[in-house]
């Protein structure tokens, strides 16, 4: 029998001291996280949680080294984050980003680039199936912030701020990446991948829970779902969305076909 570990991430909040005074306060993300861990548990996974100053980039990877450590071929990890996003300058010697940006979470002390994501779901045993879920923002830096909607929130680290960061911080993040490219050497880990909406978009927080985490809740319906595969579970959350924001489904390396055929969630 199939092993599936999960592991859920949600920042209501990020350490300002680590963030030139900035916050990033959000109402839903830790709501996001709980209700992720509670469809993850009904689903048969064993599941961990991580809660805003638990959100660090020592206790994140330390929970997906462990979950590496466990699971073999066959087996599942199921990955969700609910936070701001942010992005910070690609190396000029680097052309794995067209838009010469690496995306990032945005954890308590400090940002998490996409290719560390990588990096960490690559020490999986080959055939161990890897998903995930991103409730935050990944837009382009010269995008305005949208006006609130409904008093919610874009979960967007704000642009100033993550230029500011980047500028005090320039030779620890391209120190990162000359690692991570000496690394992983173009290597993609197998992964399937559902973000919150597309690079120039804008992931919103709400009262209760994130937009795009509340819909697929919805379209889940506490496993009430009769769709097939994840393509079909993306369509139908994306169909409940606003044209302001609109899920993207997209995998890395190479994900079986069967896989992606299976009903969502199955361990």
Partial sequence: MATGLSLHVGLNSVDADQYGGW?????????????????????????????????????????????????????????????????????????????????????YDREFLDDELNREFARFADGVRILAFLDSCHSGSAVELPAEDEGNTPRLMPVHKQREIYERDKEFFQGLQRELR??????????????????????????????????????????????DGYRAFHQDIARRMPASQSPNLYVTGRPGEDFLAQRPFTV
């Fill in 23 to 107: 916050d990033g306060a959000l109402s839903a993300c830790e709501n996001d996280a709980r209700d992720m861990a509670r469809l993850a548990r009904a689903a048969g996974f064993d599941d961990t949680s991580l809660f805003t100053a638990d959100g660090t980039v020592e206790n994140v990877t330390a929970a997906l080294r462990e979950a590496a450590g466990k699971l073999k071929s066959g087996d599942i990890l199921l990955f969700s984050y609910s936070g701001h996003g942010g992005q910070v300058p690609n190396r000029k010697d680097s052309d794995d980003e067209s838009d010469d940006l690496d995306e990032t979470l945005v954890f």
């Fill in 182 to 227: 000496a690394d992983q050497d173009g290597t993609k880990a197998d992964a399937l991948l559902i973000a919150a909406c597309q690079d120039d978009q804008f992931a919103m927080d709400g009262p209760v829970n994130g937009k795009f985490t509340g819909t697929l809740l919805k379209v889940w319906q506490d496993g009430g779902f009769s769709g």
